[in-house]
């Protein structure tokens, strides 16, 4: 069956701080990748996505990269964190093509930027 | 553009209760799915249902239903004898074919289910 890790689950990170998030999906090969940001108590918000390695497409202007090095590994970064990129980081994983499936999610990482 | 309108911010409910979230969507595409999520208190957001633009048929899960209306451009949510449970926020959300991976989520209602 097929799993999704995303870690940490939880980070106390200062302004002008680097971050790294790492988000690893087993059992499945060539997933669609994405990272979502959910500010509190607001809906989910589409930072980038992946249909695979080294493509990345990004939904929004930010302070926030992605990469993805290996087929299941799906990596969220920063160079210079802002108090604005606090909120909590959903990983998730599909199949298919064209928005016609599902998406798996990741159970999170909620960044407090300090 | 797509959009997704979750006009309910917050439902409470005793429990037994029946409630129906509310979900109105936006798009110029003639081909689009459908789903909803669940995200219980511990963040994870867990799959519900999927509905493409063809299939208006409704759907029944035990307690859950669903009502796609394609002339009102609305996919609502029923729980049937809520359950403390399933207290959670749930998220209505859209994907086109057109926008291929763009999935966008509505701003999601907490339901809140007392016992």
């Known amino acids: 069956s097929q799993t999704i890790h995303q870690w940490p689950a939880t980070l106390v990170q200062p302004v002008g701080s680097p971050l790294s998030l790492e988000c690893t999906v087993e059992?499945?090969?060539?997933?669609?990748l994405y990272w979502y940001r959910q500010a509190a108590g607001r809906g989910l918000q589409l930072l980038f996505y992946?249909?695979?390695?080294?493509?990345i497409s990004s939904e929004v202007p930010q302070n926030l990269s992605a990469s993805r090095p290996q087929d299941r590994q799906f990596i969220l970064s920063s160079k210079k964190l802002l108090l604005s990129d606090s909120g909590f980081y959903l990983c998730?994983?599909?199949?298919?093509?064209?928005?016609?499936?599902?998406?798996?999610f990741g159970q999170g990482t909620r960044l407090t930027v300090v | 553009a797509q959009k997704v309108t979750q006009a309910q911010t917050e439902i409470s409910v005793v429990e037994k209760e029946d409630v129906t979230l509310d979900c109105v969507y936006e798009?110029?595409?003639?081909?689009?799915?459908l789903f909803w999520y669940k995200q219980p208190p511990s963040g994870e957001l867990v799959f519900l249902i999927r509905?493409?633009?063809?299939?208006?048929q409704n759907e029944i899960s035990g307690r859950y239903s669903w009502n796609f209306q394609k002339s009102t451009s609305s996919f609502n949510f029923t729980i049937t004898a809520s359950q403390v449970v399933d207290s959670a926020v749930y998220f209505c959300?859209?994907?086109?074919?057109?926008?291929?991976?763009?999935?966008?989520f509505g701003a999601g209602t907490r339901l809140f289910v007392k016992a």
């Open positions: 998730a994983w599909s199949t298919g093509v064209r928005g016609n499936t599902e998406a798996f």
């Open positions: 059992g499945t090969s060539n997933p669609n």
């Open positions: 992946s249909v695979g390695i080294g493509q």
């Open positions: 798009t110029r595409d003639t081909t689009y799915y």
């Open positions: 509905r493409n633009s063809f299939d208006e």
């Open positions: 959300a859209l994907s086109e074919a057109v926008g291929g991976f763009k999935t966008i």
